[in-house]
């Protein structure tokens, strides 16, 4: 029996014995596996499922497109992703269905499932690493760095990391001191019957906050909860800020002011509303200035002569921002 | 009854067989061949592992999941002298519904102690405590002086039905957008989690009420009957309805505890079997088990293979296989009957 | 004190303890009303005992009573001398077989699978004795005139029809005489109120039969059959013995001659009649006058 995979590790199969007793012949199988998946040994892995889509993303930056061998639901950015084979929802993965695509490595952030499909895979020899994800701009670089790191490519990492860091200062720089900060509201699947709010801890808090905007609902919610309309007309905000999915599906503007208590805020008053590309708004991924651009234009804390230098500092990924506006 | 054994017998092997990644029949079976301690021979080691550990715990927790659905769903229709009675009626799904959703909502929060003791197998645990805790409250309601009617079982189900629907929805409203997806996905049932732990702790719950509900038979016939004409033919009522209860609840708990929601089954197997086989439940009973085993494998094996590498939730194709046989049958007999 | 007491008492039954079915003082009390009240009543073997009363007259709930079914809060019910609460289900079924007035049952079995489940007492898994079982629900069928309904579907039945495959069913459940001829019970719940005229007397006229232990199947059975009817010239006719409830008592008990006087009859149902003596044969016939 071979058993010179580093990748194997001897406390998970002991606990799974204990649990299981056929796990063990089952491994024994499976060590017999690993060889034949990880053929290329230390070479970086040349199969790639992403089951997220800032991570499909993060990928696609590093330039490893061409190493893509599926994706999920929710990679939606750059469009080529749609050549590519679809696992599914990612809270609903199938074991088999992802081992059909050969991977070696398989990308996943805390929210992927189920965990025992998670662990078939395990089993079935294939690399599966879980990418921490926290919407702070020091999340996305250790997002892109861990990325990088399992497909040797530093210094593209540092290359892009560097990029999101110079956008975000211009955009900053070009903002200058906006004493005054927009209140903003997001509503996410408004008029869907399961109205969402954004709180803190989510990407469109941070980005909000980063185009010199302040979310109305930081304080009070955590993540995104169902919002009352009388607690949309309490937090007073003076934008609204939806999806253009959202927006467009509601029926346009004057469908979303027909809500007497979202008409009735500053932002209703004003008719100010930001309509943003949801995947490019959320994601939370390389296009980050991108994203915080396009925001501050819609806020108006940046003018829109600004945005072409912050557009131009990002590589090829960020000029084919498909945004409207 | 023959017929029923090699339809689950044959639906059995294509489910071993086939599957979104491709294995020679060769490989097939020496892979089973090697398992039943025959010399293997070459096979390509991941085609043995998708194989050992992943299709064949997958069937055997379809077939188990399936039979025991059915068999409860049977069991429950003659307790409750209505063909159109299901487990649900006891409140078993319900309650499972709400420890789930519990579970999936507020794991990370208000039962973040919960979760962070159970791990991994806090839903089905929950679950599977939450279906049984439910259907004992649902009997202890309908019972008064020792006495239970199947009239006011089926009220007090109603009623603990509804308020677990209040619950589970006031959990769904509080629900995050990706919480509302996990929830969504779990009420529409998935065998993906079929590994051999889960299979085993399954088949342990599974197997009592699927072997001792077939020899409730006669009792199920004489219950058809009416409470009072079975009391005269010498059942013990009450204690009889205990048992049949207590076993479809522990069938269904399971079920529900390693797949998830999965309807339809419970409810149209054993219809479907009454149409073509006549109300006997000595037929009956070990009849749906069979069919419900087959049935969910087939469903299964949709499931699996039409959108890889997706995979549909299973209760969509158990009501889109089981749903335009049932209504072809119910035509034709309407036909015959009348 | 009631009348009818004077002709007979009711405790006064026609066999020695052991070989009846028999209410001692029974009394049954719901919701704060009185159901019935010091019933003493005692049926023997080889008679047809008919119970007779007004809608509400506690005729049902006296024969859940006997048959089990209802615990009395008064009094008690012995079955071949031992309380009803005391035998087992399963013991007791193969002692006394009732025919409800309705059943719930909606499924669809075949008339012979119904007759069937009378054996369900009787279960042995072997089978020989599921072939026996078999044999016997096809001849319980054809006792109670149903033969030709075996294969029809009970759900497809008239009314009539599931009557005397039910009566098929409790025949079945005692088919055989127990070890040592050990006294039987026959507990019929108005099984006469969907049949048409001739399946009325064929039914009763069986019964009577199987009580009096003549007819094609002789068996060597102790057997003892209550029936509670409305008609009260039926029960004149087939009735060995004849009671009244009125209000939950027993008003009285004798031959059908001794109870069914006019004045007796107005009594227990607010009816005048007139007893004339039925022109063929030994029992009285009673007409109803106009009111």
Redesign the interface.
């Known amino acids: 029996m071979k058993n010179d995979l580093p990748r194997n590790d001897p406390s998970y199969r002991a606990r799974l014995t204990r649990?299981?007793p056929?796990?063990d012949t089952?491994l024994a199988?499976?060590l017999?596996?690993g060889p034949?998946?990880l053929a290329f040994g230390d070479e970086t892995p040349q199969r790639i499922v992403s089951v997220d889509g800032a991570l499909t993303e993060i990928v696609y930056a590093l330039d490893g497109a061409d190493r893509l061998a599926?994706v999920d639901?929710s990679s939606l950015y750059p469009p080529d992703t749609e050549d590519l084979?679809?696992?599914?929802?990612k809270?609903?993965?199938?074991?088999?269905?992802?081992?059909?695509?050969t991977p070696d490595l398989v990308l996943v952030t805390d929210?992927a499932?189920?965990?025992?499909?998670l662990?078939?895979i395990r089993?079935?020899?294939v690399q599966t690493r879980m990418i921490p994800d926290a919407p702070t701009v020091e999340g996305l670089h250790a997002k892109i760095d861990a990325v990088a790191d399992l497909l040797g490519a530093t210094e593209a990492a540092a290359e892009v990391n560097e990029g999101i860091d110079q956008a975000l200062a211009e955009v900053a720089a070009a903002m200058g001191d906006h004493a005054d900060r927009p209140r903003v509201l997001f509503l996410?699947?408004k008029g869907s019957g399961?109205d969402?709010a954004a709180g803190r801890n989510t990407a469109a808090d941070t980005v909000i906050r980063l185009a010199g905007g302040e979310n109305v609902l930081h304080d009070a919610i955590d993540?995104?909860?169902?919002l009352s309309t009388e607690a949309a007309l309490a937090a007073a905000p003076e934008v609204i800020l939806l999806t253009e999915r959202n927006f467009d599906s509601l029926g346009g503007l004057d469908a979303l002011l027909a809500d007497p208590a979202l008409a009735n805020t500053p932002a209703g008053r004003d008719q100010r509303v930001v309509v943003m590309d949801g995947p490019l708004l959320l994601a939370f991924g390389p296009r980050l200035g991108d994203a915080v651009a396009e925001l501050a234009r819609g806020l108006g804390t940046l003018p829109p002569v600004a945005v072409d230098t912050a557009e131009a500092d990002l590589d090829g990924t960020a000029g084919r921002t498909g945004s409207a506006d | 009854m023959l017929a029923l054994v090699s339809l689950v017998l044959i639906v059995a092997l294509l489910s071993i067989a086939i599957?979104?990644?491709?294995i020679p029949p060769a490989d097939v079976l020496r892979a089973l061949g090697g398992l039943a301690g025959l010399p293997a021979g070459e096979i390509?080691?991941?085609h043995?592992?998708?194989i050992?550990?992943?299709?064949l715990p997958r069937t055997v927790l379809g077939l188990l999941v399936g039979a025991g659905l059915a068999v409860a769903g049977a069991a429950m229709q003659g307790l409750f002298r209505n063909p159109l009675a299901d487990p649900s009626l006891i409140g078993v799904s319900a309650g499972a519904a709400l420890a789930a959703v519990s579970v999936i909502v507020l794991g990370a929060s208000g039962l973040a102690g919960v979760t962070a003791f159970l791990g991994?197998f806090s839903l089905p645990i929950a679950a599977f405590a939450g279906g049984l805790v439910t259907t004992l409250l649902v009997y202890r309601l309908a019972s008064s002086e020792g006495r239970t009617s199947v009239t006011t079982l089926l009220l007090a189900g109603i009623a603990i039905n509804a308020l677990c629907g209040a619950g589970t929805g006031l959990l769904t409203?509080?629900a995050?957008?990706?919480q509302?997806?996990?929830l969504t996905?779990w009420s529409m049932g998935?065998l993906?989690?079929?590994?051999?732990?889960?299979v085993?702790s399954a088949a342990l719950m599974i197997a009592l009420p699927l072997l001792a509900l077939p020899l409730l038979a006669r009792t199920l016939n004489a219950l058809l009957l009416g409470e009072a004409e079975a009391g005269h033919l010498g059942i013990a009522v009450q204690q009889m309805q205990r048992i049949i209860v207590a076993l479809a609840a522990l069938a269904v708990g399971a079920a529900v505890a390693v797949s998830g929601i999965i309807g339809f089954v419970g409810l149209v197997v054993p219809h479907l079997l009454r149409l073509a086989l006549g109300p006997d439940h000595g037929f009956l009973l070990p009849g749906s088990a069979l069919l419900g085993g087959a049935l969910l494998l087939l469903a299964d094996l949709l499931a699996?293979t039409l959108?890889?590498?997706?995979?549909l939730?299973i209760g969509i194709l158990t009501a889109l296989l089981g749903g335009p046989f049932f209504l072809a049958l119910l035509l034709r007999w309407r036909r015959t009957a009348l | 004190m009631i009348s009818g007491r004077q002709i007979q008492p009711a405790a006064t039954g026609p066999a020695s303890v052991t070989n009846t079915l028999r209410a001692v003082g029974i009394g049954v009390q719901r919701g704060g009303r009185s159901l019935l009240a010091e019933v003493d009543l005692a049926l023997g073997t080889g008679e047809v005992l008919v119970l007779l009363g007004a809608n509400g007259a506690g005729k049902s709930t006296l024969m859940k009573c006997l048959a089990g079914e209802l615990g009395a809060d008064q009094g008690q019910v012995l079955l071949n001398g031992r309380e009803l609460h005391r035998w087992r289900a399963l013991e007791l079924a193969r002692r006394r077989a009732v025919l409800p007035q309705a059943s719930p049952l909606s499924f669809p079995f075949t008339a012979l699978e119904v007759a069937r489940m009378g054996r369900i007492p009787h279960g042995g898994a072997r089978a020989s004795s599921e072939a026996d079982d078999l044999t016997i629900a096809a001849e319980a069928l054809a006792a109670a005139e149903a033969e030709h309904l075996a294969e029809r579907r009970y759900t497809t039945l008239s009314g009539g029809e599931r009557q005397r495959v039910h009566l098929a069913r409790v025949l079945a459940q005692l088919w055989e005489p127990l070890p040592g001829d050990e006294p039987q019970w026959l507990l019929l719940d108005e099984p006469t109120a969907s049949l048409d005229l001739a399946h009325q007397h064929g039914v009763l006229a069986l019964v009577r039969r199987w009580a009096h232990r003549l007819g094609r199947r002789p068996v060597a059975r102790r057997l003892g059959v209550l029936v509670v009817l409305h008609d009260l010239n039926l029960a004149a006719q087939y009735g060995d013995r004849v009671a009244i409830l009125k209000q939950g008592r027993l008003l009285a008990s004798g031959t059908p001659a001794e109870v069914l006087q006019p004045e007796q009859i107005q009594t227990a149902f607010g009816l005048p009649v007139r007893v004339i003596p039925h022109p063929d044969s030994e029992c009285p016939l009673i007409i109803p006058r106009s009111m």
């Open positions: 649990t299981f056929l796990v089952l199988v499976l017999a596996v034949a998946t599926g639901t084979p679809k696992v599914g929802y809270r609903a993965l199938s074991a088999e269905g992802l081992l059909s695509l929210d499932g189920p965990p025992e499909v662990e078939q089993l079935a020899g996410l699947h399961n969402m993540g995104y909860k169902p | 599957g979104p990644v491709t390509a080691p991941q043995e592992a998708v050992l550990s992943i299709r991994p409203y509080l995050d957008d990706q509302l997806r996990t996905f998935s993906g989690g079929a590994t051999w732990p889960a085993g699996r959108v890889t590498p997706a995979e939730p």
